[in-house]
């Protein structure tokens, strides 16, 4: 299984992106897919999880209200919007996919991960 992330970017705060994650060698439907977050010198954080049909979502606090996750399984894609962007939120963004459907905001649970994909908000 692979999963390519793309959309990051520069970007002033307030603006918005939208961050997609292709997945291949596997249908997506197979898994949960979340992202993740890494700024420099931080420990990688979650920001969103949504369950193989889209049924069940889950936010990070420092994202709710301002990010939100889609998934398309008959186009392999899950994909993040993310409106009102501050400099907080500058990092390299990471899509995964696990199998497990409990415990989504961890990272460790995750058993495939995209190369990233830089966003940078400026303010």
């Known amino acids: 299984v692979q999963l390519q992330a793309s959309g990051g970017g520069l970007v002033q705060a307030g603006g918005s992106l939208r961050l997609s994650c292709v997945v291949s060698?596997?249908?997506?439907?197979?898994?949960?897919m979340g992202w993740f977050r890494q700024a420099p010198g931080k420990e990688r954080e979650f920001v969103s999880a949504?369950?193989?049909?889209?049924?069940?979502?889950y936010y990070g606090d420092s994202v709710k209200g301002r990010f939100y996750i889609s998934r398309d399984n008959a186009k392999n894609t899950v994909s993040l919007q993310m409106t009102r962007l501050n400099p907080e939120d500058t990092a390299v963004y990471y899509c995964?996919?696990?199998?497990?459907?409990?415990?989504?905001?961890?990272?460790?649970?995750?058993?495939?991960w995209g190369q990233g994909t830089q966003v940078t908000v400026s303010s």
């Open positions: 949504i369950s193989w049909n889209g049924g069940q979502i």
């Open positions: 995964a996919a696990t199998t497990s459907t409990r415990n989504s905001q961890i990272a460790s649970r995750y058993d495939y």
């Open positions: 060698g596997r249908r997506s439907s197979s898994y949960v």
